[in-house]
């Protein structure tokens, strides 16, 4: 699977951005998609997936109630919507993708088969 990331930017602190990744090549009905994200100095941090045939989302919790993930099928796509963003959201963003992991192997990146290109995200204060 090739993983194609975009919408990262500058926002100040309580805006929005929404990030997508556009999945190419083989893909299998099992698997995870998500994102993680590494600001400078720190190691690579989940922070939400979506089961491609479920739907089934799960979120740090560093994001929860504030991130929201989607997808869409018919453009082999997935969504992150963020919402009140933080300075601490900085980082650069990775779109990720497993195929059959289970969710935890998939949050600890052992379950991760591929990596996009990162996308920067800058919250100012």
């Known amino acids: 699977v090739q993983l194609q990331a975009s919408g990262g930017g500058l926002v100040q602190a309580g805006g929005s951005l929404r990030l997508s990744c556009a999945a190419s090549?083989?893909?299998?009905?099992?698997?995870?998609m998500g994102w993680f994200r590494q600001a400078p100095g720190k190691e690579r941090e989940f922070v939400s997936l979506i089961s491609w045939s479920s739907g089934i989302t799960d979120y740090a919790d560093s994001v929860k109630g504030r991130f929201t993930i989607s997808r869409d099928n018919a453009k082999n796509t997935v969504y992150l919507q963020m919402n009140s963003l933080k300075p601490e959201d900085t980082a650069v963003y990775y779109c990720a993708a497993g195929a059959g992991p289970t969710i935890a192997a998939f949050k600890r990146k052992n379950g991760v088969n591929s990596w996009g290109k990162g996308t920067l995200v800058t919250v100012s204060s």
């Open positions: 090549g083989r893909t299998f009905s099992s698997v995870l």
